[in-house]
């Protein structure tokens, strides 16, 4: 114990330890331990016989007081409340049944619908609350979606349509309407530096 030997007599903690000093009668002292150890084996095996034997004749007194048709048993069914208030708390196994159903039954029942609250309100309120804005979120994104992303992507290709038209009538493949616009920018672009 408290060594690294398998033997006890050989440990620190064994060697700290003050050994008794006791005198024992020479006609009480084991003559050797195997005689000691024998002894303590037979004792053993005693106290196991008599524990069995004393637990089956419980047993066997309890089953022919009590079984179904003794008189003890029936007595004991059709008895009334005891007047004397120590036997009426034995009666009552200590009160055990009251105790347990009217403060740890009540204080069970009492904390269940504290947690059942919790859980509806908090917890599924939380959870719930936790969709619907996930919903909303998932509507107001497929909204900036169709309208801004979709939208940006649909004005760019209509912008560049119109741009196209405007730039096909405007090249008719005729010289002089080629001149006349290169003029007519070269005006805009002198007046707009002079001014």
Do not use: C
Not at 2 to 24: I, K
Not at 97 to 115: D, E, H, P, R
């Amino acid at each position: 114990m408290f060594g690294l030997t398998l033997e006890a007599d050989h440990s620190w903690f064994y060697q700290a330890l003050q050994t008794p000093v006791t005198e024992v009668p020479a006609s009480f002292a084991a003559p050797s331990q195997a005689v000691l150890l024998a002894a303590d084996g037979d004792s053993h095996v005693a106290i196991t016989v008599i524990s069995i034997v004393l637990a089956m004749t419980g047993l066997l007194v309890a089953l022919w007081l009590y079984s179904p048709g003794a008189k003890l048993a029936e007595r004991f069914d059709g008895r009334r409340e005891p007047i004397n208030p120590l036997v009426q708390i034995s009666f009552y196994h200590w009160y055990m049944n009251v105790f347990y159903t009217k403060v740890i039954l009540k204080f069970i029942m009492t904390q269940s619908k504290m947690l059942a609250w919790w859980d509806e309100k908090v917890l599924d309120g939380a959870v719930n609350l936790l969709a619907k804005s996930q919903v909303v979120l998932a509507h107001l994104v497929s909204m900036f979606d169709r309208f801004i992303i979709d939208g940006f992507v649909h004005l760019t290709a209509y912008t560049t349509g119109k741009v196209g038209q405007l730039t096909r009538s405007i090249q008719t493949g005729n010289v002089q309407t080629y001149i006349l616009s290169a003029i007519a920018m070269l005006i805009l672009l002198l007046l707009w530096f002079a001014f």
